[in-house]
């Protein structure tokens, strides 16, 4: 088992910059790619960045330019920066995790991030 926990969701006006972290504990070592989704209201839920173990990054275009995933897998965690930040990434953001063997999925509570206009 693995378990997800975000921290650093918030209030941010337009333009702004935010960092979201997710630390991920239990069995940390069959944990693969880990990641970013949102949520927004009304919306389905939709990637916004993922990175491999080996710190391979992959972004949705949303966040292209914009955002930057990194991971400490020494501290089992996985951060998002966002910057020039938009009041459409107003969202629930979910930390991500699949494992190495048989493609296990884990998810987080979801931090909210707001942006004001």
């Known amino acids: 088992q693995v378990q997800l926990v975000e921290s650093g969701g918030g209030l941010v006006q337009a333009g702004g910059s935010l960092r979201v972290s997710c630390a991920s504990s239990g069995n940390v070592f069959s944990i693969n790619t880990m990641g970013w989704y949102r949520q927004a209201p009304g919306k389905q839920r939709e990637l916004v960045a993922i990175i491999t173990k080996s710190g391979s990054p992959n972004y949705a275009d949303s966040g292209k330019g914009r955002f930057t995933i990194s991971r400490d897998n020494a501290k089992n965690t996985v951060y998002l920066q966002m910057n020039s930040l938009k009041p459409e990434d107003t969202a629930i953001y979910y930390c991500?995790?699949?494992?190495?063997?048989?493609?296990?999925?884990?998810w987080g509570k979801g931090t909210l991030v707001t942006v004001s206009s």
């Open positions: 991500y995790a699949k494992t190495f063997l048989y493609g296990i999925e884990y």
